[in-house]
C-alpha cells in the first residue's frame, strides 16, 4: 500500500490511517519533492511543472520497491497523480483509493470545480505576495473543523515547512490543472472518497470522478473538511477496509 499525501503536506499525514493497515499490507510512505524530509535537489522545474511529472515519480517509486501491483492512497492533489500514474503504467496498480479527488478546481460551463478563475487568481497572488500568512488564513479553512483548532494548527506548520517555492510552484501545478479528460482511460478499480462538506472538492467534484472513472465506487464520509486521514480518520478506515479485498 502507498500512500500519497496532498499539497503542503507530507507522510505524516498518515499517522493516524497507517497503523490499521500495517498487519495486513506492507505500507509506503513518501513526501513528494519539495515536501517533508525529501531532497530539494530532486526538484526538476521542467518535470513537475506538471502532474505528469509527479506521477512518474510515483511509478520510479513503485518500480523500485518492486512492490506492484499496489493499493495506491492519494489525498488530495495525490488523488489525480495516482490516476496518472495508473494510466501511465497499469499493470503496477491493484486498486486506487481517492481521498478528497479534483479533476480541475476551476469552475468551467456546466462544470462545478468549487472555484472560479478568478478566485484561484487571487489565492496564487497572496500566495506569491505572503506565503506563511497565506498559509495562517487557510489551513484552518481547509481543515474545516474550527471546534478543533489544532488540526488546522497543524496544518498550518506542515504548510510552513514546505519550502515557499516550491510550495508556489506546485501550488499552480495543482490549482490550474485539469484532468478531467484523463478519467475513462484508468481501468484500475477505484474507490473515490469524499467528505459530507468540503470546500477545496464539494460533493458535485467527487460524484464527477465518480461518474467518470469506469470501475469506480463511491464512499461519503460523515465528515466536514478536506483531511478526513486527520479529522476522521475512522471513517477513513471503515471505508477502505470496506472497499479492499480482506
Not at 151 to 180: H, I, K, M
Request: aromatic share 8%; glycine share 8%.
Amino acid at each position: 500500500m502507498v500512500l500519497a499525501h496532498g499539497f503542503g503536506c507530507d507522510q505524516q499525514m498518515w499517522r493516524l490511517v497507517v497503523p490499521s493497515f500495517e498487519p495486513t499490507h506492507r505500507v509506503v510512505l513518501f513526501d513528494h519533492v519539495g515536501a517533508g524530509a525529501s531532497d530539494p535537489s530532486a526538484y526538476d522545474a521542467s518535470r513537475h511543472a506538471r502532474l505528469e511529472g509527479y506521477a512518474q515519480d510515483v511509478v520510479e517509486i513503485v518500480d523500485a520497491l518492486d512492490a506492484g501491483p499496489v493499493v495506491f492512497v492519494g489525498h488530495s492533489v495525490s488523488a489525480m497523480i495516482g490516476v496518472l500514474a495508473a494510466r501511465e503504467r497499469p499493470e503496477l496498480f491493484d486498486r486506487l483509493v481517492l481521498v478528497g479527488p479534483s479533476p480541475r478546481y476551476i469552475d468551467d460551463g456546466d462544470y462545478r470545480g468549487g472555484f472560479s478563475q478568478e478566485e484561484i487568481d487571487e489565492l496564487l497572488e497572496t500566495m506569491d505576495d505572503n506565503y506563511l500568512g497565506w498559509s495562517a488564513h487557510i489551513a484552518p479553512v481547509i481543515m474545516g473543523v474550527p471546534d478543533r483548532p489544532e488540526l488546522g494548527e497543524e496544518l498550518t506548520t506542515s504548510f510552513c515547512r514546505t519550502d515557499p517555492t516550491l510550495a508556489r510552484r506546485f501550488a499552480r501545478t495543482t490549482f490550474l490543472s485539469d484532468n478531467r479528460a484523463d478519467l475513462p482511460g484508468v481501468a484500475t478499480p477505484a474507490l473515490v472518497v469524499q467528505c459530507r462538506e468540503d470546500v477545496i472538492a464539494p460533493m458535485e467534484v467527487g460524484e464527477y470522478v465518480r461518474d467518470h472513472l469506469p470501475n469506480s465506487d463511491f464512499a461519503v464520509l460523515d465528515a466536514v473538511g478536506h483531511c478526513p486521514n486527520l479529522s476522521a480518520p475512522d471513517q477513513l478506515v471503515a471505508a477502505m477496509k470496506a472497499y479492499l479485498p480482506a
